[in-house]
């Protein structure tokens, strides 16, 4: 006798069939649709969530070249169009060129475009980004070469801080070695990556903190009597601040940009239009998307800048500092703090 169980006549065969095939195709349509949302949100980076600095980081080296294309043409067509956007507190012109628009527009639109969830601190003001201003989703091998993985950050603790044309003063009299396009990254107001590109000599430095960098400190510093560059436009007080402090044979360089300055503390091989130095000082007012960039980049390698007082910089809320600069990176910073503290309180 044939043990019992349950029969089912042909039809409900089917019936079973076809609500199994309605089970699977509602499990298969939710999973697809759920993996084409996560690759539209991938596509719209920094909108919400997350932001990886690995991307970040490529996107802000291209974001400095492109900006470096336009202010090479402009400054070859010598088409400047030169304004003032009025007075330093130093009394000088605060120069704006063409260059500085064209190329402001480019960096900041690739940087929104890219992460429209980030914010972005820039020189000149964008009234709208330029939308067809991709990123070409493509990495840098000396990227992927050094940096192997990086972290993720919320998009509401990345501060982005662009400098379209450092050393626009300079530019304009065509000293353009001064000059670079410059992009940084801030977590929670701490610079993490730095981009320093020179579009005249087409050489670009960065740098992750605890990630990598595509250049490197210099094998050796003057300690004992360090060589000391400081601004050729701006410079306040800081040369006799500093013949005070380290004694009246001291070697003091005179240079344009807070880049180019940073990039003397370095060993920029290759570039030998770079001059070289041992600590970098300003002792009056600048501004933050002036000197962020360098403050990652040294902070990677091991080095330090800070106010005068030797206190961190933060980069968020104003765009000003207001307690000066000292940057160093191979010498001791606090010895150098302690010395300029007595001399500038005098």
Known sequence: MAPMGIRLSPLGIGVFCLLGLGVLYHVYSGLLTWRLSAFMLGDRAGE?????????????????????VEVRTVRESNKLIETSKGKTREGADDKMTRGDLLSNLKMASLIKNTFPGVQVNTEEHLEEADESIKWNKQMPDDIKDKIKSAKSFP???????????????EYTENLVNYVTTMVCVAVDGKPV??????????????????????????????????????????SGKVKEVTLQTFGNQTKIISAGGSGYKVLSLLDVT??????????YIHVTYIKK?????????LNALGGQMTNLKGENIIYTGHDGNEGGLLASIGVDHNALVEKLASKISE
């Open 155 to 169: 998009t509401e603790s990345i501060t982005v801080w662009i400098d379209p044309l450092d050393a626009t003063h």
């Open 270 to 279: 290759g570039n030998e239009k770079q001059e070289t130095a041992d600590v």
């Open 193 to 234: 990556i730095g981009v320093i590109h020179k579009p005249f000599t087409h050489y670009t430095a960065w740098a992750m903190v605890e990630g990598g960098s595509n250049v490197k400190r210099r094998e050796s510093y003057n300690k004992k009597s360090p060589s000391i560059i400081v601004s050729r436009s701006h």
């Open 48 to 68: 919400q969530g997350t932001v990886d600095l690995w991307e970040l980081l490529a996107v802000a080296v291209q974001a400095a070249e492109l900006g470096g």
């Open 289 to 297: 998307w002036d000197i962020c960039a360098g403050n990652a980049i």
